[in-house]
């Protein structure tokens, strides 16, 4: 029967999406529950909360802390966690062929983040009865049995130091039986370097290299020389390895690391070893000190901003459809109101069938009232059509409804005008028109074609007016807002649009 292996890392994948999954699920059972109850609504500064402090991220990497170093004293173990100031710790694993540079740069490493260096060696110095066992098979020039390594493995990592402070594995797993069987035992690295360059480059290394035997630093004649006179006169070579058992070696590493790398494929990155290993260090240490992309859930709060004919309408309808988030026009939202018969629909109905504007108190009440329906809470929203100026959008915010992501459309009044005095739309099909962009089919469709009186110029002219009035004090709200030109085709404002809503921004990591 084929034993069943599984990834770590994609466990911990599996931890924060069961945790977004529990909450979504809890909410389209709850969305599901007697549609004519009252509408069940959830506090914005909840979510703003979890993000702000990132409760999600911090709960996962408490609980993948725990299933990794498997404390005796679990409450204990996360006091000491949370006390630390941050509850992560750098754990890398350092691969890479023979001569590639792993042992200069592992040391690099760990003066520079004060981890713990483990390589095989060392691990074989502790002196435990599980060493004593391995180097008994080491004396009779036997290989270690792969359980037994694997422990020991485990035993150094579970030390103290290596809990508090993290570790670099160097070199290890060198196969891809043996890294299942650390995932299996519980040791998952946040990081995984990979070191690669081409044979030719690697042998005339190996030819070269030089050792310190009282620091253990490698050198090379030709691409790392100590400064140090003293250190220079007590270099040695490494013990010798012909060129035919480096190539076996070499041959080895490619037959084991296209399954490393799938193993490790969450969190592996390949770097470059044959450059300067000053500029191979600060590419390792970049990625060591990076964030992998977050999985906790996120709950978009958009906002769209841009004068009339930007296309706020259409990108809007666009990123609720592929990402699955509520779209709300506030034009819209205060028809639908009118026209239900509540007390509110009944108090906004004269104001709309007059033209005249609905008081803020009124359009704020409904508005924070949708807002805070389950499925914007849980699904997240894009709004447009509200704020129009400063007062608005200030009171939108003390209402605890605060966007995570703000753009500005931006287009210049004559292409406004152009875009919309001459749209039209047709009545009998609902079908929509434009007299330079999408001309009517045919002469029949164009004979019955009709024209929005809100779409003249006159009228056209004097909302731009009210909006270039409010735009500078509404951008002033929201300095990180981005701004789109939206003079181009629609799908290209919308694809600079989603490269900016996707992910986080620097300030939300």
Known sequence: MTPITFSLATCECALASDLDSCYKRTANHLIAMDETAKPLRIPPEMAIYAEKHEIFDLVQTLVTNLMVDKPEDPIQYLIVLLKRGSVEVPRVMLLGPPASGKRTVARKLCEHTQVIHITDSNILKE?????????????????????????????????????????????????????????????????????????????????????????GDVYHVTFIWPEDKEVVQRLERQKAVSEEQLVAQLMQHHREVHALRKTYRNCLKGIDADQPHVDVFDQVLTYILSRHCSVAPHTPRVLLFGPPGSGKRLQAKLISQKYNIVN??????????????????????????????????????????????????????????????????????????????????????????????????????????????????????????????????????????????????????????????????????????????????????
């Not at 180097?135 to 809990?163: E, N």
């Not at 797993?173 to 690669?196: D, F, I």
């Not at 803020?360 to 894009?382: A, K």
Request: aromatic share 6%; charged share 25%; hydrophobic share 35%.
């Open 328 to 509: 709300l026009c506030c034009g819209e939202l205060l028809e639908a109101v009118s026209a239900d018969a509540t007390n509110m629909g009944e108090l906004i109905k004269p104001y709309l069938e007059s033209g005249q504007q609905v008081p803020d108190s009124m359009v704020l009440q409904i508005l924070t009232e949708r807002l805070s329906r389950l499925d914007c809470t849980t699904r997240g929203w894009v709004l447009h059509g509200f704020p129009r100026d400063l007062e608005q959008a200030e009171k939108l915010q003390e209402s605890n409804f605060i966007p995570s992501r703000v753009f500005f459309l931006e287009m210049t009044d004559d292409v406004a005008i152009e875009r919309v005095t001459l749209r039209s739309i047709d009545p009998v099909t609902g079908e929509r028109y434009h007299s330079l962009y999408k001309p009517a089919p045919s002469p029949e469709v164009q004979t019955r074609l009709q024209f929005n009186p809100k779409d003249s110029e006159a009228q056209l002219l004097r909302e731009l007016k009210e909006y270039w009035a409010n735009a500078s004090s509404l951008q002033d709200l929201y300095p990180e807002a981005v701004h789109i030109n939206a003079d181009q085709d629609p799908h290209t404002v919308f694809e600079s649009l989603e490269s900016r809503l996707v992910g986080r921004l620097q300030n939300d990591a």
């Open 127 to 215: 002196d435990t009865d599980l060493t004593k066992k391995a180097l008994q098979y080491k004396a009779k020039q036997q290989d270690i049995p792969g359980d037994l390594w694997i422990k020991l493995i485990q035993q150094r990592l579970s030390k103290i130091d290596c809990v508090r402070r993290g570790w670099v594995l160097e070199g290890i797993p060198q196969t891809r039986e043996e890294a299942l069987s650390l995932q299996e035992a519980g040791v998952a690295p946040n990081h995984v370097v990979l070191l690669e360059a081409p044979d030719a480059v690697l042998i005339e290394r190996s030819q070269g290299k030089r050792i310190d035997p009282v620091t």
